[in-house]
């Protein structure tokens, strides 16, 4: 199974990918969790990186298209993958399917999630994320066991440097700008399934499942 996952900022498309790669077994593949754990090992990449992220820009394509190209061409992906975030330009869009075409497969769906600007800002500024495994929180819809530990390593939680409210609303009008245009390029590959992304997470997520129940697992 090969899927995309696209939306706004904080529109759950790290949560859903979270529940998908263990149903379906296939890797989750996240430029935003590439370049923060670059950014954390102070690599090339990451001191490459770090200064558009922390002001919620786009790293540019030049980078983002050689570090999937290198990503997707991993054993790991040869079955299937999970990618969030990535393409977010038309040109990485365009990129992708260069790619896709060398290594003689296809993409399976897009799901682009849709949700409200005042309910992203609300779920960004509420999220936490354990420093150490990476796991999703809220603070009021998905809260851990003991406040500020990891359910599943008893990580620190932490927001993330991005997830300031200046950043969130620059993230935003990024989005509309250089993303929301591949909604049209998608839609016109006959690959697009649209959800309303503002419903409960479990309701999303067998949403999907219901949508790829069809399908088979592999190719
Ligand atoms: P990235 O890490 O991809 O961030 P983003 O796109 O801004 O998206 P988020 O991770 O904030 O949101 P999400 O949709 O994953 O939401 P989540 O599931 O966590 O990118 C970061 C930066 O990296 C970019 O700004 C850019 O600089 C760079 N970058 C990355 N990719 C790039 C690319 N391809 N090209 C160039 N630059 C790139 O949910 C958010 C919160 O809401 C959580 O707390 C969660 O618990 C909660 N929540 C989720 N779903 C629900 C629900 N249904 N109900 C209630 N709460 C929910
Ligand atoms: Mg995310």
Redesign the pocket.
Known sequence: MRLL?M???????????ALLKNAYNIPHV????M??EAIKLDSELGRK?KA??DK??????SV?VEV?ADRLAKDDCKDGFLL??????LK?GQELDLLLKRLNIKLDKVFN?VVKEEILIR??L???VCKKCGA???VD??KPKVEGVCDVCGGELIS?K??TYETIKN?IS??EKQTKPLVEYYEKQDLLVELD?????NE?FVEIKDILGGMNDHN
């Open positions: 996952l939306g706004a900022p904080g529109a759950g498309k790290g949560t859903q990918a996240s430029t935003g969790d370049f923060r990186v558009y992220m919620g820009e786009l790293v540019p394509d983002t999937m969030d975030g990535y393409p977010r330009t990485q999630f779920r960004i509420g999220r936490r999703g929180y809220h819809t998905l993330r991005d997830d993230r990024v989005y992304g503002s419903k409960d997470l999303t």
